[in-house]
């Protein structure tokens, strides 16, 4: 096959699109169906193509293709949410005995699903701290570690992972590697280019991108791996709806440029805060002073629109009149669609592995999605909060 010499943003704009295909139309039809007829009843059974709705139609083909060209994935099972995305990479590759490494950084709900439904399943669970050297992890490797889960960066505290180091580890002992790839959408990092088994996204953050929709995708490049995912997906009785992936695949289209201008405005607002005297610190991987900026910069293309700080004030009443002043920033869960979000998030923090963050004594912890707006508008509104903490 030819070099594919199409830049990145070109891509996302015509793969997986049906050029001439759905009568001309750009985008494809949004095809419900639970039931799909045959008009031969011998192709009721094993026929190629499948005759049933919760396995997906040309709807949800047209968003998986586009997904394989965004992730370089020859494989992808679609989901109806992305944290089913991540439970069904854990499932689908754990045995009941098996053992699970998990960053202590991912998504609260991903370590809920090991601690409770996957020690169920008998699977017990280790969390390593997303900063953990190539030894300290070898060293928590048993002979049934099975598969280990990444999340880059991590959620709330955005810390990366030494990739390059682990990964061959979790080679040599035939982990499988699950990589939590929201922050970054397929569009500033690669995992199954960098050697990750499963890459998993919650589509409802970027590629959906407008708040108001939900899915999920583990994508691969391993047959045997791919096998398992669409066996699980089956008999969890799981996919994605076709209004979901409708705007999913929409969603794809202006992918690249709304992450690009997001994650601008977000570095360029981020550098501002750690200039501020009432900012303790800044989490965000692509400034030079975070502590990971060194793999950050070898293994990502740029940064999405996604960072925490911490503020050093932990007054209530000052934080309260903080929070007050947002008008542009909405207070709302999730993130990655058009409009920028903040939220306290010291109550949701849970980490097993770190003195710091389980002492509690970093100040109140911030975190913000920056969404489309200018940003000077959204500069000015948190320079006004920020008065509000003297
Ligand atoms: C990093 C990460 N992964 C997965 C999810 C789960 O996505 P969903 O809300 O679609 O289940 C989230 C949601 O916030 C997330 O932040």
Redesign the pocket.
Known sequence: MSEDKRKPSTRLIHDGRQHGGFDGAVNPPIRRASTILTDDVSKLYGGAKSLYGRMGTDTQETLSDGLKSLENAEHVQLAP????G?ALAMASVLNSGDHLLITDST?G??RRFAERYLARMGVTTTFFDPRITADAFAALITPETKAAFF?MPG?LTFELHDLNALLPLCKQHNIITIL?N??AAGVFFKPLDAGVNISVQ?L??YVIGHSDG???AAMTNDQRIALKLDQTANDWGVGMSPDDAYLAQRGLRTLHSRITQQGRTALNIAEWLAEQSEVKEVYHPALSTHPDNAIFNDLFSGASGLFSFALYSEDAAKLDRFFKTFQLFGFG???GGFESLILPCNPQLKRSTSDRWKSGSYGTLVRVQIGLEDEADLTEELQQALSELH
């Open positions: 949410t992305g944290l089913s991540c998504y709900p991903s999340e959620s939590d929201t922050w919650a409802t953050k939900f899915g999920g869960f999730s993130w």
